[in-house]
């Protein structure tokens, strides 16, 4: 085994790390598994942006699956397996998962603004075709960031702590040719889409509030404001969810850039990295917290030899957690049709 690719950290830490993992694991491989399968049962159901959080499910399954098991044994071997060869398929498929999520998240942001924001008779200008091109667009956009590093511009290796593997970000402050690669990469991959979020959703937010502003004569709020409010602030979680689980990860990693690794203790590189990978684990929990409908069926899984789930029965379901995030816009145009009638039946 190459010295590069031994832990530099306590065998305790590497233990600890092994089972921090191993529980993100089995947290995002059961959570996301029961959102694909909520996808499939209402198949036939499906709103053309319900295809996005398919899509970051995937993500974060694919993640789970393809990363995390390599990183557990190589953290209880107290060394990396296998060398430059699974090091570099490990740091490629982290940035492709990462790039995609990263990706995801903007264009849901993006789609639930112009779904928020857009006229009934525009209403249907986001269709599954256009979702589907997008979906495509992500992946192959994705892909080719993630090979770039292996066409020569940019780098992939160890982490400092040496039992994971990532862009080698050290290497960058001594080459013109990698602080490009990191420079284009933070740009166009983390800071657009960090703003677009964010300006995205200052938008919705905006929206909410006038809508609120609107019906303050009323004696009583619509059931679809308030749920507008909490699907707002559910899909923003979402989002706020896996930026913040990575700035650490990317505060270190700029750090690293400038300085040398060995500046900062093994475990202070190691503590982000498995902060950032927890990222994958969290949106079942928030559609758990704000979907009754969600964690009504949670309830009523059976599990058996054969893992047989029960999940979301379709009927009376209006706010599972793949539906209920873009609904929010026809709910609310429905809002000054429900107070007409209010007024009609009060009148009678």
């Known amino acids: 085994m190459e010295q590069q690719y031994l832990s530099k950290l306590h065998p305790t830490v590497d233990y600890g790390a092994g089972v921090f993992l191993l529980i993100i694991a089995i947290l995002t491989i059961l959570g996301n598994s029961a959102v694909l399968a909520a996808a499939v049962k209402r198949s036939s159901h499906l709103k053309s942006p319900e295809l996005l959080i398919i899509n970051l499910a995937v993500t974060d399954l694919g993640m789970a699956i393809s990363m995390y098991p390599l990183a557990i044994a190589s953290a209880w071997n107290h060394a990396w397996l ?26 849901m942001a993006v789609i639930r603004f112009l779904v928020t924001s857009s006229s009934t008779s525009n209403s249907n200008t986001i269709n599954k075709k256009a979702v589907r091109i997008s979906i495509v667009f992500i992946w192959l956009c994705s892909l080719l960031w993630a090979i770039l590093p292996l066409l020569g511009w940019g780098y992939y290796g160890p982490e400092p702590f040496g039992i994971s593997c990532t862009i080698a970000w050290s290497e960058f402050h001594n080459s013109s040719n990698g602080f ?92 982000p990295c498995l902060f950032a990978k927890s990222s994958t684990a969290y949106n079942p929990f928030i559609y758990y917290v704000f979907s009754k409908t969600f964690r009504r069926e949670i309830k009523q899984m059976k599990c058996c030899s054969s893992w047989r789930v029960h999940f979301f029965n379709t009927e009376n379901s209006i706010e599972s957690p793949m539906s209920m995030v873009w609904l929010a816009r026809e709910n609310m145009r429905a809002c000054p049709a429900a107070k007409a009638n209010n007024q009609e039946a009060s009148s009678q």
């Open 82 to 107: 296998g060398g430059d060869v699974s090091c570099i398929y490990y740091a490629l498929m982290g940035f492709l998962f990462g790039v995609s999520s990263m990706m995801t998240l903007c264009m």
């Open 180 to 271: 490009s690669f990191i420079l284009s990469m933070f740009v166009l991959c983390t800071l657009l889409p960090a703003l677009t979020i964010l300006s995205c959703y200052l938008g919705i937010a905006w929206k909410v509030h006038k809508t609120y502003q609107e019906i303050q004569n009323f004696d009583r709020i619509p059931n679809a404001a308030k749920m507008e409010r909490r699907l707002t602030l559910m899909a923003v979680l979402v989002s706020i969810g896996f930026l913040g689980a990575w700035m650490p990860y990317a505060a270190v990693s700029f750090w690293s850039i400038f300085n040398s690794s060995s500046s900062l203790h093994p475990v202070l590189t190691l503590l």
